[in-house]
């Protein structure tokens, strides 16, 4: 019976030895790593404005002057987006704030150029007056910031109800 034991211990052995030598040959040798990271969007304006945006000459005292172009505001347009943004800006008609029963506007059309850059001409403004300009800004700088200088053409009248006319101008960005 010791033969017999004898053998059954050397066979055990032996099938232990194949299957932990089958569990090291089928051993994983490369496994993989997933990574990522997320960069949230940069996307901003703002708008500092000029002293001439609240001093306009809108004529109106019998005296009057066609294609009338000032600088009323510096934008900054922040984006990291490789593509760049589009720059949406409103006009529309300054109105009489102080009297509401004045029934004179002075419509205006809106334009950009880069900021320090030699101002526009009359022939820049295209989109007409109470439609929205929309311009298209390619990210043409390192630190994903530009600034643009925003003008506004208008034509005085001869003769304008007297007050004050105002209206507002809305600038926005959305990434392209």
């Not at 059954?8 to 032996?14: P, Q």
């Not at 994903?144 to 006319?165: F, K, N, Q, W």
Request: hydrophobic fraction near 40%.
């Amino acid at each position: 019976m010791s033969t017999l034991v004898n053998r059954l211990l050397v066979a055990s052995s032996l099938i232990l030895g194949v299957t932990t030598f089958s569990s090291a040959a089928l051993a994983q040798t490369t496994d993989t790593v997933d990574i990522q990271g997320e960069v949230a969007t940069t996307l901003a304006v703002t708008a500092a404005p000029e002293a001439a945006a609240t001093a306009l000459d809108l004529g109106g005292e019998g005296t009057a002057t066609d294609d009338v172009i000032v600088k009323v505001a510096v934008l900054t347009v922040t984006s990291n987006n490789e593509d760049g943004v589009e720059l949406t800006i409103t006009s529309g008609d300054m109105t009489n704030s102080t009297d509401v029963d004045a029934t004179d506007v002075v419509p205006y059309q809106v334009v950009t150029v880069t900021g320090g850059g030699a101002p526009p001409v009359t022939g820049d403004f295209i989109t007409a007056s109470g439609t929205d300009r929309v311009e298209d800004l390619n990210r043409d700088n390192v630190d994903g910031e530009e600034d643009r200088d925003l003008y506004i053409m208008y034509d005085a009248p001869v003769v304008l109800d007297p007050g004050t006319y105002d209206d507002t101008i809305t600038v926005s960005v959305v990434d392209k």
